[in-house]
Nanobody
Framework: QSPFVESGGGLVQPGGSLTLSCTTSGFSLVYYAIGWFRQAPGEEREGVGCISESGKVINYAESVKGRFLITRNNSKKTVILQMDNLKPEDTGIYYC????????????????????WGQGTQVTVSS
């Protein structure tokens, strides 16, 4: 069973919005930096953005800056990826991943540092 669970994917028209959630089962994500990644068919997995343990450090891929917003609510064990003005090229399976970077309040947007992954949720942007 994956330690992280994504939800909120679906089909949306270009220009529309979706809100993805990343939650945990049975443990708190308070100490975890959380990254969001996506993978389109035939493409490599790419980083979308991330949020540090404290929530003070948030990074975004250039392709989503100004359209996507990452927030976290540790008491609710949830990290949110709000996606606005969606484009067909945003289509893919979206994953959240978590890692504890002890003593460092940062978050990488590359996949390798993250050891704990969700199963993914499909996002399709199409008219």
């Amino acid at each position: 069973q994956s330690p992280f669970v994504e939800s909120g994917g679906g089909l949306v028209q270009p220009g529309g919005s979706l809100t993805l959630s990343c939650t945990t089962s049975g443990f708190s994500l308070v100490y975890y930096a959380i990254g969001w990644f996506r993978q389109a068919p035939g493409e490599e997995r790419e980083g979308v953005g991330c949020i540090s343990e404290s929530g003070k450090v948030i990074n975004y891929a250039e392709s989503v800056k100004g359209r996507f917003l990452i927030t976290r609510n540790n008491s609710k064990k949830t990290v949110i990826l709000q996606m606005d003005n969606l484009k067909p090229e945003d289509t893919g399976i979206y994953y959240c991943a978590g890692e504890v970077f002890a003593g460092e309040d940062y978050c990488p947007t590359t996949a390798d540092p993250y050891r704990n992954w969700g199963q993914g949720t499909q996002v399709t942007v199409s008219s």
